[in-house]
């Protein structure tokens, strides 16, 4: 007993260190756990970071390529709206230069009827008619083109409706090309019974002179 009570206190001393170590290693895994959730957490937010960072990249990619077909677009309407005012433009001059060939002829044909036919007593009977009728087809005419350039010179592709205004200035433009041959029938009217006129009366001639 005596020697158990004096090997005692070396047998504490020995094994003190490994409780201490223990001990020790016992608050290492404290800290560790709570390094490692704090260090979970980090990840977190930097991953939610990257989420956040990804989909503004991915919005704002969308809004860029948004915008870039909106200046597509607006260049096309652009390029588009050069191009109707310049047809505006060549059509209200070539309807100006058909119109002038027409009025041409149609005096030239009314000079001779009224020199040449007239005074021999050969009329036509709707001759007031056909003139009349050249006069409401070039007044026709005339509006067409004047409501065509109207409609082209309105176009604006910053505008409400740049659509509506194209299909309104293709109207016009067919309503043109419209009025353009119904004036030209009507002269084309007026130069056939003038002509048969004349044909009839030297065919009446001829028949008289055998």
């Known amino acids: 007993m005596r020697k158990l009570l004096l090997v005692l206190p070396l047998l504490l001393t020995l094994f003190a260190p490994t409780v201490t170590v223990l001990a020790h290693e016992g608050e290492d895994d404290g800290d560790s756990h709570e390094q490692i959730e704090a260090k979970r957490q980090e990840l977190m937010e930097r991953f939610e970071a990257r989420q956040k960072e990804r989909q503004d990249h991915i919005a704002s990619m969308a809004a860029r390529i948004k915008q870039h077909l909106t200046d597509v677009k607006l260049r096309v309407c652009e390029k588009r709206q050069e191009i109707i005012k310049r047809r505006s433009v060549n059509l209200a001059n070539r309807s100006r230069r058909h119109l002038d060939i027409f009025l041409g ?3 030239r044909v009314d000079n001779f009827y009224n020199e040449k036919l007239v005074p ?6 709707n001759y007031e008619e056909l003139k009349a009728d050249i ?5 026709e005419l005339e509006a067409a083109v004047a ?10 592709c910053s ?3 740049p659509k509506g205004q194209l299909a309104d200035f293709r109207a016009e433009m067919k309503l043109v090309i419209e009025a353009l041959k119904d ?4 002269i084309k009217n007026f130069i ?7 044909s009839a009366s030297r065919s009446a001639t ?4 055998d």
Do not use: C, P
């Open 105 to 107: 002829i149609a005096k």
């Open 120 to 125: 021999k007593g050969i009329v036509v009977s």
């Open 135 to 139: 006069e409401a087809q070039k007044a």
């Open 147 to 156: 409501s065509a350039k109207t409609v082209a010179e309105g176009f604006d």
């Open 159 to 161: 505008g409400d409706d």
């Open 183 to 186: 004036y030209r029938e009507a």
């Open 192 to 198: 056939v019974a003038i002509k048969s006129a004349a």
């Open 206 to 209: 001829s028949s008289a002179g």
